[in-house]
C-alpha cells in the first residue's frame, strides 16, 4: 500500500484561508475515496470531508459552506480549501486513500 503524504499546514489568523493537500502515488488508477480528518490536540478524531472518484463530494456540518475538497487526477493529489478559519479549526490533518493514512499536517488558528 502507498502512504498518503499531507501538506500545506501552517499558521494562519482567523478569517483567513488555507489550502491543504494529499498526495497518493497512484492513487487515480487505485479509484478509490479520499477522506479527510483532523484531530485537535488531545481531543478525537473527526470525519471532515470526503472526495469519491467520481468527484462526489461530502462535508461535516462544521465546515460546510467553509471548506472546498477538489481532486487533481493528473497530479494523484486532493486538495482540501478552508475559508474563512476559526479557532475551533485548529488540528492535525489527516487524509486516509484506499485504508492507508498518511501522517497528517497541522493546522494552527490564532491571532
Known amino acids: 500500500q502507498v502512504q498518503p503524504v499531507e501538506s500545506g499546514g501552517g499558521l494562519v489568523q482567523p478569517g483567513e484561508s488555507l489550502t491543504i493537500s494529499c498526495t497518493v502515488p497512484?492513487?487515480?488508477?487505485?479509484?478509490?475515496?479520499v477522506l479527510w480528518y483532523r484531530e485537535p490536540a488531545g481531543e478525537r478524531r473527526d470525519w471532515v470531508s470526503s472526495?469519491?472518484?467520481?468527484?462526489?463530494?461530502e462535508y461535516a456540518d462544521s465546515v460546510k459552506g467553509r471548506f472546498t475538497v477538489s481532486r487533481d487526477k493528473g497530479k494523484d493529489t486532493v486538495y482540501l480549501q478552508m475559508n474563512n478559519l476559526k479557532a475551533e479549526d485548529a488540528a492535525l490533518y489527516l487524509c486516509v486513500a484506499c485504508t492507508s493514512w498518511g501522517q497528517g499536517t497541522q493546522v494552527t488558528v490564532s491571532s
Open positions: 472526495i469519491s472518484s467520481g468527484g462526489r463530494t
Open positions: 497512484g492513487l487515480t488508477s487505485k479509484n478509490c475515496p
